[in-house]
């Protein structure tokens, strides 16, 4: 604990009120409860109980999903990138040499891990605070952090002298005179041992949590979304007792004043109440701060040397202060590289307004058009229910008994009336009073107000999944598809800028704390060993990257042609290594890379033979001048049809014609003479492949001219 004084304290209690009605007054202005209660559906009974008429179209509904679904489908692969490679470890006898490429790999292994749903699924958590950004409040904070949970546990430990060295057990009289007359070996020291209680970690995790836009804090002078230069951060809190006590390791009989009913840090749930005494463990509330230690010091420190503040309701001493807990410096003053540099609450905002920390979310920006939407349809149900014929009669002229048959519809064709009442025709007797009707301008209004709404929003028909009204070419179809993701891309790349920095921030905490227990759980016993004993080797040693395409939407169908078309394309390349694909197809096909790919068989060896050709070989006299040029040829030697002719020619003249010249077939590999080669493989068109995928020919439909 770091002392307080009550200057300080003041100031703090000051900056926390302001910001709390800073945080009240926005959350007024852009309607935060209204929004939220316009995303879900509206009660079937109001508070009177009475039956609820108002009719909400789920327009906020569809496009928050459609814009969560679109800036973060799934979590995405993080993939660390080696700024220079170099040797952690130097080889061993039966082992090479460790390099940080290699150990950086293995990192990247539990830091995916880690971010899974086993372990702190973010997934969810980015979910939530897009939604957060999108419905009621315009920003989604989250809160990165490390908790442990320790136990006492009685463990043997040696017996220090007060030089700190091990005292030795005595040793026993019988193997001290065994030694001495040779009869057994000399005794080896034991240290004295005791038990002594130490304090081990049973469990640990890693955290990445979202929480409430109405518990966040941001200094009310601040006005920037650049929450990072901020002087500090915070948030409120609302926890049982016990927790408190636990997180806080306080004693027992530890009390504070109990929580404001009228402040709570989140949005209130429109189901029934139920009250958090039920449980029997009082909610106390209070709030935790991190700022910038030059904030309250004449010293000369680090600019970004963190302290934690975290007071409590009820209570005039703080619960904790002191300095942050994620950093260390060195001797000379400067940050370590295992150190969390900035705060531990990190705010998601899509998008930024001049001079304001706070900005309005996708809702507020349409909550006029949206709510008069919703007081369109309602107004037609209305007007559907209301119109019912209303008719005027004379009750003078029809018999009550028909006038109850005529209102239940049991009158068949003829109406009985008064003798002499329809001399003054049928309109005397009863007269239908005209209704008002909805005119075609209502319905326009309405399209109008939808098609504010899909410019202010980006969204349009096509990028909900709904079919447009009327026809469009593809030209026009195409531009407005390209300026619609064009929007979506840029948020969503700020939404992957912003995740890239919150797994930066979680995996300092991973080398600060994580020692061979999680290590060896998630990547084996030898490499969990290596990874804990060179972990301080990768502390700035790499950057943070996400993995091509990792996180977003794509087809099954078109994905697995893509990958197909790739494969053919790059098989036969001799620089590529087909094992690679050969893996990621078969995942994408759904089999076992360890079984679906297989070892090629081993090529047979070739017999290799060696010929050896004399001159007398050649001589068309004797018999074996057929079998040498086959041999030859066979060989590579290019022997011509004409060379053969020409010496069987001039051996016949040698012998007069008196000795036979052996015969020599034709080269079955020499070219056709005369005939031309052929012409070269063809190559694939871009038309053939658009043949291949949709079996239909390019160009315009047969028939159009």
Known sequence: MIPLAAKDLAFWRTEIKQARQKREDVSTTYGWEENLKRYGPKPVKNALGAANADVNIGADFRDVERKKAALFYDRPDVSLDVTQDREVAPAGPQQPALMLSTLIAWHQEMLNELLGPQHANVKP??????????????????SVGYQVTMKTIPTPSPVMDEMGQPMMAPTPIKETIGAALG???????????????????????????????????????????????????????????????????????????????????????????????????????????????QLRTDKEVHPDAMRQLVLVDGKDEPLVHRDSPYQDFTETGELTEDSLRGFVDRPLILRDLSDSAWIPSDCSMTAQLTKELDKFRTDSVKQRANSRRVILFDASKID?????????????????????????????IMQEIAQPSLGRETFMAQDIIERDREQILGIGSNQSGVATKGRKTATEQSIVQRNSEARFEQERQRVLEWYLDVVAAFDTLVIRYADARIAVKILGEGRGQMWAQHKQALAGGYGYNLRVDSGKYLDVEADRRQMLQFYNQVR?????????????????????????????????????????????????????????????????????????????QQASGV??????????????????????????????????????????????????M
């Open 183 to 293: 009869m057994m070996p000399p005794p080896m020291p034991v240290p004295m041992m005791e038990m002594v209680d130490v304090e081990t970690p049973i469990e640990e995790r890693w955290f990445i949590s979202e929480f409430s836009p109405k518990a966040l804090l941001i200094p009310a002078s601040f006005r920037s979304t650049d929450f990072q230069r901020a002087s500090w951060l915070g948030k409120d809190w609302r926890k049982p007792l016990s927790q408190v006590k636990r997180e806080y390791q306080l004693p027992n009989d530890w009390t504070a004043g109990r929580a404001d009913d009228e402040s709570k840090p989140y949005f209130e749930d429109q189901t029934p109440d139920v009250s958090e005494d039920d449980a029997g463990d009082p909610y106390i509330s209070g709030v935790e701060i991190t700022y910038r230690t």
């Open 572 to 648: 036969q390349d001799p620089f590529i290594n087909p094992r690679m694909i050969l893996k990621d197809l078969a995942e994408k096909f759904g089999y076992d890379p360890s079984e679906f790919i297989v070892e090629p068989p081993q090529p047979k060896p070739e017999l290799k033979a060696s010929l050896s050709v004399k001159a007398e070989d050649l001589n068309p006299a004797l018999p074996q001048f057929a079998l040498m040029v086959s041999l030859l040829r066979q060989g590579g030697w290019q022997i011509s049809e004409t060379d053969v002719q020409l010496a069987q």
């Open 655 to 704: 012998s007069g014609g008196m000795m036979p010249v052996s015969g020599v077939g034709p080269d079955p590999n020499a070219p056709p003479t005369g005939a031309h080669p052929g012409a070269a493989t063809k190559a694939p068109t871009l038309n053939q492949h658009q043949a291949d995928e949709t079996g239909q020919r390019s160009g315009p439909p047969v028939g159009v």
């Open 400 to 428: 009550p008994t028909v006038k109850d048959k005529i209102e239940n519809g049991q009158i068949g064709t003829f109406i009985p009336v008064m003798e002499g009442s329809l001399m003054q025709g049928k309109d005397a």
């Open 125 to 142: 958590t980015v979910l939530k605070a897009l939604f957060n950004c999108l419905c009621p409040s315009g920003v989604g904070p989250v």
